[in-house]
């Protein structure tokens, strides 16, 4: 028996919930419910951890860096999928963002939780994706001790990359090894060692405000509104109308003017009918502009 597994606060058994194959449904509905609103406080605590990642990927990203995640089991599947939301929201192009997880993307739908035991398969999973100086490395894992992530986050550091932990557990094992720590205590799980409960909770928050941010700060992202979305079905293509209404306060049937001629850019649909001018002199302005909304609306002509 792993002794140092029992001092890990994820594998803690609470004794508040012993009688928890006892409850009533109503009950034990409101035992998870309560436990989960304090997942919240524990992200809140993070908070500043969490911005020195986002400024770190920021930077690497705007050097022509890429974003690899890597995790195994629970923690893998949510990493990836917070990978997959990069493209569709945010219109990143292919390859700027990867998902390595333990045991292949089947392993997404199928969990081979032996996968996560293997630390050379992480170095050489990660190796595939050749890691560089330029690129960012974050492993996410509720212990922070599982053997694959480390594999991982040893190879990307020894090539250069920036490295990054989550974990749901302070004093992690694998910390010592990385540039960045985001350690989110969430303490002991309703269901004992179940992470797919706070802990998985609160790695989609931290990971969800990680990209949210990153594209903020990017430029992807104006005002409140998904600029670079790209409209991929009828949904998306309604979307993107709408967004360009709002943002340039302009009536439904101006937008869809506009939609004809912008090249399914929302950027420069935006421009064009802020500032009513053809697409060419929009899609300027934005080049000009790094890509920014406001700042092409700001610029003086070109």
């Known amino acids: 028996?792993?002794?140092?597994?029992?001092?890990?606060?994820?594998?803690?058994?609470?004794?508040?919930?012993?009688?928890?194959?006892?409850?009533?449904?109503?009950?034990?509905?409101?035992?998870?419910?309560?436990?989960?609103?304090?997942?919240?406080?524990?992200?809140?605590?993070?908070?500043?951890?969490?911005?020195?990642?986002?400024?770190?990927?920021?930077?690497?990203?705007?050097?022509?860096?890429?974003?690899?995640?890597?995790?195994?089991?629970?923690?893998?599947?949510?990493?990836?999928?917070?990978?997959?939301?990069?493209?569709?929201?945010?219109?990143?192009?292919?390859?700027?963002?990867?998902?390595?997880?333990?045991?292949?993307?089947?392993?997404?739908?199928?969990?081979?939780?032996?996968?996560?035991?293997?630390?050379?398969?992480?170095?050489?999973?990660?190796?595939?994706?050749?890691?560089?100086?330029?690129?960012?490395?974050?492993?996410?894992?509720?212990?922070?001790?599982?053997?694959?992530?480390?594999?991982?986050?040893?190879?990307?550091?020894?090539?250069?990359?920036?490295?990054?932990?989550?974990?749901?557990?302070?004093?992690s094992r694998i910390g010592p090894l990385c540039d960045h720590v985001i350690e989110v205590d969430t303490g002991p799980e309703v269901l004992a060692g179940s992470t797919r409960l706070k802990a998985g909770t609160a790695q989609k928050m931290v990971l969800n405000m990680i990209s949210t941010a990153v594209m903020v700060k990017a430029g992807r992202v104006y005002r409140n509104l998904m600029v670079d979305v790209r409209p991929t079905n009828a949904k998306l293509v309604e979307r993107a109308r709408r967004i360009i209404a709002l943002a340039a306060d302009v009536s439904p049937e101006e937008a869809d003017r506009v939609w004809a001629h912008c090249h399914q850019s929302v950027k420069a649909g935006i421009v064009m009918a802020r500032l009513g001018i053809p697409y060419e002199e929009a899609a300027r302005r934005l080049a000009g502009a790094g890509g920014f909304v406001r700042r092409a609306l700001e610029a003086d002509a070109p």
């Open 1 to 171: 028996m792993d002794e140092t597994m029992g001092a890990l606060t994820t594998e803690a058994v609470d004794d508040r919930f012993q009688q928890l194959d006892r409850l009533s449904t109503a009950e034990l509905l409101a035992a998870i419910n309560r436990e989960d609103q304090t997942v919240a406080h524990a992200v809140k605590r993070a908070l500043p951890a969490i911005a020195g990642v986002v400024e770190a990927v920021v930077a690497r990203l705007g050097e022509g860096g890429r974003m690899l995640y890597v995790g195994a089991g629970t923690s893998g599947r949510i990493a990836v999928l917070d990978a997959a939301e990069w493209t569709p929201t945010f219109g990143t192009p292919d390859g700027l963002v990867v998902g390595v997880l333990a045991g292949g993307l089947e392993a997404f739908l199928r969990a081979r939780e032996n996968a996560e035991d293997d630390e050379a398969k992480g170095a050489g999973d990660l190796a595939r994706h050749e890691p560089c100086a330029a690129d960012v490395v974050l492993g996410v894992t509720a212990s922070g001790r599982t053997p694959y992530v480390q594999g991982a986050l040893r190879l990307a550091a020894a090539r250069g990359a920036l490295t990054v932990l989550l974990s749901n557990n302070v004093g």
